[in-house]
């Protein structure tokens, strides 16, 4: 951010008075820019014994797969911004949903929420955003072709529910070692 | 939004292609600006039978009573959000801290992370955006005082919860009907 959205001149980065972080502050109209997380939501869509993945057709990840998921948008629900994104990249309807997991990446300012739910029909179709879409059962899952780590920590949780028998609300966090390596912490 | 805050342009309204949502688009470098749901994270902090109010010293809704929270940090997590929040207005510690509700507010593009933990020693003083605090029994709840709906549905949740002798994680959303009233919907 460079220029002030509300009156277009230079801004500058400095602490407010009472507040304890540096701000995009206007150097004229001393209109003071926010910069906060971005919630993407998404779902785990399951038909019979499989779920709905999508490859996608889009960078960043070009070619890999993902489960459906985008960037919630003003004036829906977490839920509703799931639900969208299911329609977009896959065409799906999803159904009997439930909150399933919730994972904070504080080194990319993102919280990812997650819902589990049925594929309505166990119909997919890509998106414009995906080259194909597909149903997968655990043992086909392209483990190594998994676009975001947050998507294949999600897959884990849902597998060991699976095995477990019953399916739980999960919070963790994905976080950047000093090494860069990715660590997800589920809190209890 | 006015203007752009890449190069200081002035921005138009408008569906970028392949886009299906009107944006701020700048009419000089073509950026696009992105407008997202901000995240609010906060906690009930409890001691013994009572938890944590704290009296707001700030507008909107000065004077009346909420629980601690706040909007999340970029890089921060949900969690270290909800805590922040809790030294914030109450210099208050909170420990062994669970994931309790989760409310998505469309009218206002909000979306509230409210976490349940151990208030450490009991200790709460008010931060500079409190006028005071207080620890409360559910019969000392001052619910004609309460700053928010959202923080009201939290509590009779919470309350419900207690009743029942088992906590879980709750996921719901506040919505504004026609007659502008506010209904919660909790999702199972």
């Excluded at 799931?82 to 799906?92: H, I, K, P, V």
């Excluded at 998106?127 to 998994?146: K, R």
């Amino acid at each position: 951010m460079k220029f002030c959205s509300t009156c277009g001149a230079p801004v500058s980065q400095k602490v407010p008075p009472g507040d304890h972080l540096p701000r995009f502050v206007c150097t004229r109209c001393a209109a003071i820019h926010y910069q906060n997380p971005r919630i993407i939501a998404g779902c785990i869509a399951e038909w019979q014994d499989k779920i709905l993945l999508c490859r996608r057709a889009i960078e960043p990840r070009y070619g890999l797969w993902t489960l459906p998921a985008g960037f919630m948008e003003n004036r829906e629900t977490t839920l509703q911004g799931a639900l969208r994104e299911a329609r977009e990249e896959a065409q799906a309807e999803v159904i009997n949903t439930s909150l399933f997991c919730m994972f904070s990446i504080p080194h990319i300012s993102q919280v990812y929420m997650m819902y589990r739910g049925e594929l309505q029909h166990g119909f997919s179709q890509p998106g414009t955003e995906s080259l194909e879409t597909m149903l997968v059962g655990e043992h086909e899952i392209p483990w190594d072709q998994i676009a975001f780590p947050v998507m294949r920590e999600t897959l884990k949780l849902y597998y060991a529910d699976k095995a477990a028998g019953a399916f739980t609300v999960h919070h963790g966090d994905l976080i950047r070692n000093e090494d860069q390596q990715l660590s997800a912490i589920i809190h209890r």
